[in-house]
T-cell receptor
Framework: EPEVTQTPSHQVTQMGQEVILRCVPISNHLYFYWYRQILGQKVEFLVSFYNNEISEKSEIFDDQFSVERPDGSNFTLKIRSTKLEDSAMYFC??????????????FGQGTRLTVV | DQQVKQNSPSLSVQEGRISILNCDYTNSMFDYFLWYKKYPAEGPTFLISISSIKDKNEDGRFTVFLNKSAKHLSLHIVPSQPGDSAVYFCAARNTGNQFYFGTGTSLTVIP
């Protein structure tokens, strides 16, 4: 069964450092997403990506964040200068959406980012 | 602005009984609703969904009900099993294919 894969599973970084979280979405999917879940809190939408551009982003997704699909298979989330409050579980998801088709978003296992 | 709300953070049910998880939403433009199940340290996994044109969808022990006039949906699990213990997230999709999640309900099924 196809799945979304994320690497690394756990990333520890010092405050102020740049991190890149990597995701390989399901190959025929068209929409890609990043979500995060701070420990004990809700799953929060960060950004969605379609047709090689951001289609929607939340207030959380400020100038410190960027996304990229560099090679047609990977989908990355970059945080330029990490803050302590960026510590969270980051989930990548992908979905396929066509007219008249109802389909779910498939999630990866997540990357736990710890900023120290 | 929390467009999808799950007002019960936790629920405990005896094994074999029915579990009912509730979800409310505010955006009438949502066209598709989903329930995800999440175990600790794992990503959410899709469980069941319903289109906005339906009011019920059943899959084995899981049934989702949609009340559009009340902007309310619920997930029924019957009979509940200990392996059902997890956090359940309600989600809604808008016409732009964005998914919005509730805060989750932690279900504990007591053997």
């Amino acid at each position: 069964e196809p799945e979304v894969t994320q690497t690394p599973s756990h990333q520890v970084t010092q405050m102020g450092q740049e991190v890149i979280l990597r995701c390989v979405p399901i190959s025929n999917h068209l929409y890609f997403y990043w979500y995060r879940q701070i420990l004990g809190q809700k799953v929060e939408f960060l950004v969605s990506f379609y047709n090689n551009e951001i289609s929607e982003k939340s207030e959380i997704f400020d100038d410190q964040f960027s996304v990229e699909r560099p090679d047609g298979s990977n989908f990355t989330l970059k945080i330029r200068s990490t803050k302590l409050e960026d510590s969270a579980m980051y989930f990548c998801a992908s979905s396929d959406y066509g007219t008249g088709t109802n389909t779910e978003a498939f999630f990866g296992q997540g990357t736990r980012l710890t900023v120290v | 602005d929390q467009q999808v709300k799950q007002n019960s953070p936790s629920l405990s049910v005896q094994e074999g009984r029915i579990s009912i998880l509730n979800c409310d939403y505010t955006n009438s433009m949502f066209d598709y609703f989903l329930w995800y199940k999440k175990y600790p340290a794992e990503g959410p996994t899709f469980l069941i969904s319903i289109s906005s044109i339906k009011d019920k969808n059943e899959d084995g022990r899981f049934t989702v009900f949609l009340n559009k006039s009340a902007k309310h949906l619920s997930l029924h699990i019957v009979p509940s099993q200990p392996g059902d213990s997890a956090v359940y997230f309600c989600a809604a999709r808008n016409t732009g294919n964005q998914f919005y999640f509730g805060t989750g309900t932690s279900l504990t099924v007591i053997p």
